[in-house]
């Protein structure tokens, strides 16, 4: 038998289901669902899909059909929608699993009209991101007419930036959409846009990274909780001299003996170069930092005055907004980029 992985992610289900509630309760008057694309973040979709359901959650975002066939069948009375919509290579998908699609052009709205021209579906606008989406033009011209249209929805922009113009500007074009289009909901506001007052909120809110511990806003301060905290296994220790160098390129050299313990992490697992001289672990209460590159595998730490031992598991300085700061990766970056190497244990 294979031995348990020396990498783990510590996903705490109070965390998640607390950073849902708090959302939800921004805007009592909304609905509050959650996108679970990218594999729920890194966490793992149908983990966190069955503990918000359990939580309460009822409305699931994902961005492809493969996607939505990794999720299997949902809880009872919870709905999924495909953000990417329906191409021509996913009619299969789309007949087959059972979920809205998210259709963002005419040639989409077209296809479905064909597909299933009496099924709900969801559409997305573009209010100003030029990323998916209807013009509005389009969207006014009778485009949509006649389609069962379960949420309307758009996307901000610039939510995370308080006092960007783009965000009133947004709200209002979607405010005029809303009065002149037809649906059963509609929804504007992401994670940072839930923090942005009641008027975003309409029908549906869509929070992603705040359920999963990311800080966008100064509003979530306090409330939003961390949900992963990555660990990893001390592979070997080792005594280094004085003036000694660690890792490829000898980019660091100790200023004094030194206690270097080498961990199971790597850029392979989603802990990236840029962590070098700006990550660190936690052995106990000590804070360990780490030495020279980070290679695809391995890491070196400092572990001089810790009472640490081969075999020992260190915690990954992983708080997202801190890290995000640290090392100019985004807090989405942090999360998407863990990989498949890491045992993901919810507690």
Not at 46 to 56: D, H, M, S
Not at 129 to 156: C, F, K, W, Y
């Amino acid at each position: 038998m294979i031995a348990s992985p020396a990498l783990r992610l510590i996903l705490d289900s109070d965390a998640l289901a607390a950073n849902w509630r708090w959302l939800a309760a921004r805007n009592p008057g909304a609905a509050c669902g959650a996108a679970v694309k990218a594999n729920g973040y890194g966490l793992g979709a149908v983990q966190v899909v069955q503990r918000l359901a359990a939580t309460g959650c009822r409305d699931f975002f994902v961005a492809t059909w493969d996607e939505a066939e990794r999720l299997g069948p949902l809880p009872d009375g919870c709905a999924l929608s495909v953000l990417h919509g329906v191409r021509e290579a996913d009619v299969p998908a789309a007949r087959s699993i059972i979920a809205r699609p998210v259709l963002n052009s005419t040639e989409q709205v077209v296809r479905w009209r064909q597909l299933a021209p009496d099924d709900p579906c969801d559409i997305m606008v573009d209010t100003g991101m030029n990323r998916l989406g209807l013009t509005p033009e389009q969207a006014l011209s009778g485009l949509l007419d006649g389609l069962a249209i379960d949420v309307l929805m758009s996307h901000l922009a610039c939510a995370d930036e308080a006092a960007h113009p783009m965000n009133d500007a947004q709200l209002n074009a979607f405010a005029e959409l809303k009065r002149r289009i037809k649906a059963r909901r509609y929804s504007l506001a992401n994670s940072a846009g839930i923090c942005a007052g009641d008027g975003f909120a309409f029908d549906l809110t869509r929070p992603g990274i705040a359920l999963y511990g990311g800080i966008q806003r100064s509003e979530a301060d306090g409330h939003i909780r961390p949900v992963v905290q990555p660990e990893a296994e001390i592979l070997q220790l080792r005594d280094v001299p004085a003036s000694a160098t660690i890792g490829y390129g000898a980019t660091f050299t100790t200023p004094y003996p030194m206690r270097v313990a080498i961990l199971n992490l790597g850029y392979a697992d989603g802990y990236l170069r840029c962590f070098a001289g700006n990550g660190s672990a936690m052995a106990g209460e000590v804070s360990c930092t780490v030495l020279g590159r980070v290679s695809m595998d391995l890491i070196a730490v400092d572990v001089t005055g810790a009472d640490v031992r081969e075999g020992d598991w260190l915690r990954l300085d992983y708080h997202l907004p801190s890290a995000s700061a640290a090392t100019g990766l985004s807090q989405y970056e942090l999360l998407t980029g863990l990989g498949s190497r890491y045992q993901r244990r919810w507690t």
